[in-house]
């Protein structure tokens, strides 16, 4: 049997604006390489949505993924978050972030 996941949020700035136009990755931790699990694209309201499978992650120790996030300016490839020192261990089917990045941040990425 295959089993869905979704991983959803919004982006915004730390004043609340949301984001839109950033390239936002979903990735499994694993112990030597971790896996690529999908993306998406922030729309103008700064909220993306990332669907994969169990395919994508799984093995003989991952039952759920070890999620974590990476979120890239798209013009410049940047990378201006990522969420990796917090990893959600076994994350369920559905998983949603509030995402706030710093004005200064978006600014050195220009």
Known sequence: MIWRYCVSGRVR???GAPLPGLRVRAWDK???????????????????????????????VDENPDLYLRIFDADVGQELH???????????????????????RLAASS
Not at 82 to 104: K, L, Q, V, W
């Open 30 to 60: 694993d112990l030597i390489f971790d896996d690529y699990l999908g993306e998406d694209t922030t729309d103008a309201e700064g909220c993306f949505r990332i669907e994969f499978t169990d395919e994508a992650f799984r093995s003989i």
């Open 82 to 104: 990522t969420t990796r020192d917090r990893i959600r261990r076994g994350a369920g089917a559905e998983e949603h972030y509030e995402i706030e990045i710093p004005r200064a």
């Open 13 to 15: 700035d730390d004043v």
